[in-house]
């Protein structure tokens, strides 16, 4: 796109309910609708730095940023959420909203937090969880929640305790990107690659 977004780097792209392109980079959130719109912190967004996004049921949607906590934005207005309100961290690199409408939020490392509508709690490596750096979060069909960790490898959460995959168990490597669950129920799990080595991607966990 040319224009405001030329020669900067993207790092999250989304695309809402009514078709609209949403842009998070390190300048602020731009909506191209075909025109763009760039909103920053100036008009309520909790940091520049954008690294993911995600619309809910309602139709709201929920940006992370890094250095800025998570912020929900309801089409008029901006609320943030950031450690003073429960959250692990300010540092957000995922977020997830689960089958029952729970939205899960993955920090650079203060561990996953869960929100509920009204409150926010948080799991960390003292709770059970792989590492406090969640990268990725999917569901599966049986209704558990997958974490992609960084440098704890993948963990499974039933909704009372963790399961962690690591390389132990035949994971490429402990350094998880992202998850995803195949047709057959599969689990597949993406993986650091050190320079000049082969594999990446590891499966499966049903």
């Not at 909704?159 to 047709?183: E, I, R, V």
């Not at 993406?190 to 499966?204: D, K, Q, Y």
Request: with cysteine.
């Amino acid at each position: 796109i040319q224009g405001d977004l030329e020669h900067i780097y993207v790092y999250s792209l989304f695309q809402d309910q009514e078709g609209f392109l949403w842009f998070g980079n390190d300048l602020g959130l731009s909506r191209y609708q075909p025109l763009c719109t760039t909103y920053t912190t100036e008009d309520g967004l909790g940091h520049n730095s954008i690294r993911a996004m995600l619309q809910d049921r309602q139709g709201d949607l929920w940006i992370a940023t890094f250095g800025g906590g998570v912020t929900r934005y309801d089409g008029k207005s901006f609320t943030t959420f950031t450690t003073d309100d429960g959250l692990g961290g300010n540092d957000v690199r995922s977020i997830f909203q689960d089958r029952d409408g729970v939205v899960w939020i993955g920090t650079v490392n203060g561990g996953v937090s869960r929100y509920d509508g009204k409150t926010l709690t948080t799991f960390t490596t003292d709770d059970g969880l792989a590492s406090n750096g969640v990268l990725s979060i999917i569901q599966d069909r049986e209704g558990d929640l997958w974490f992609a960790t960084s440098g704890g490898g993948a963990c499974r959460y039933d909704g009372k305790a963790f399961t962690t995959f690591t390389q132990a168990d035949g994971l490429t490597h402990n350094y998880a990107f992202s998850l995803m669950q195949d047709p057959d129920g599969a689990i597949w799990i993406r993986t650091f690659v050190p320079w000049g080595h082969a594999g990446g991607v590891s499966g499966s966990w049903g």
